[in-house]
C-alpha cells in the first residue's frame, strides 16, 4: 500500500505565498515522478508542474515563474512553493506519484488534495 499525504494549503490573499508538501510511505522500490495537479470547480485536473527521479522539472505555462517543484528523495517528499499567488491559482492540489514497486512495475498514486484559496 501507498499513501500520499498533502498538507499546506489554505486562505492567503492574493500576492501572497504558500508552500505545499507531500510525502509518500507505504512498501516500495522507489518514486520516479513525482507532480502537482490541481482542479477547481467546473473544471478538469491539470498539471502544475512535475519533478522527475534526475531533478528534472517541467510547469504550467500559467505558473512558470511563481511556483517551484522540488523533492527530497530520501524523504520521499515533494513539496510547492506558491510564490505571488493569483485569484486564479484557487484549486484543490492533489500531490502525484510513479511508483516503482518492488513487483517491478509503475504504477500512478494519488493523494486527497489540500485546498488552496486565493482571495482578490
Known amino acids: 500500500q501507498v499513501r500520499l499525504v498533502e498538507s499546506g494549503g489554505g486562505l492567503v490573499q492574493a500576492g501572497g505565498s504558500l508552500t505545499l508538501s507531500c510525502a509518500a510511505s507505504?512498501?516500495?522500490?522507489?518514486?520516479?515522478?513525482f507532480g502537482w495537479y490541481r482542479q477547481a470547480p467546473g473544471n478538469q485536473r491539470e498539471l502544475v508542474a512535475r519533478?522527475?527521479?534526475?531533478?528534472?522539472?517541467n510547469y504550467a505555462d500559467s505558473v512558470k515563474g511563481r511556483f517551484t517543484i522540488s523533492r527530497d528523495t530520501p524523504r520521499n517528499t515533494v513539496y510547492l512553493q506558491m510564490n505571488d499567488l493569483k485569484p486564479e491559482d484557487t484549486a484543490r492540489y492533489y500531490c502525484?506519484?510513479?511508483?516503482?514497486?518492488?513487483?517491478?512495475?509503475?504504477?500512478?498514486?494519488w493523494g486527497q488534495g489540500t485546498q488552496v484559496t486565493v482571495s482578490s
Open positions: 502525484n506519484a510513479d511508483v516503482f514497486h518492488v513487483s517491478r512495475t509503475t504504477l500512478p498514486h
Open positions: 507505504g512498501t516500495f522500490f522507489s518514486i520516479n515522478t
Open positions: 519533478v522527475s527521479s534526475d531533478g528534472s522539472t
